[in-house]
């Protein structure tokens, strides 16, 4: 991943912390909504006995990617607050 850079002709770096921080939150509550949906097996045999299986690794799959987006937000936002305190000393 590649990080932003810190410097005095970029964005002031509390202003790109704050939009991270924003992101970041944002896709913690998609994560929150994505696992409130309730799974149910009567939704799926219809089309057969594997579907429901195959539901469920697709909904575990959708959380699992959303949480490796929230924590690359972090990891943004940990570099940031290092350079911010970098800055200050």
Excluded: K
Excluded at 5 to 23: C, F, M, S, W
């Amino acid at each position: 991943m590649i990080l932003p850079t810190i410097h005095l002709n970029g964005t002031d770096p509390q202003a790109l912390r704050e939009g991270y921080v924003a992101a970041a939150e944002a896709v913690r509550a998609a994560i929150s909504a994505l696992e409130a949906v309730p799974l149910n097996g009567r939704d799926y045999y219809p089309q057969g006995d594997a579907a429901y299986g195959v539901a469920f690794r697709e909904h575990g799959n959708r959380v699992w990617a959303l949480t490796e987006v929230y924590r690359e937000m972090h990891q943004i936002i940990d570099h940031i607050d290092e350079a911010i305190e970098a800055r200050r000393r």
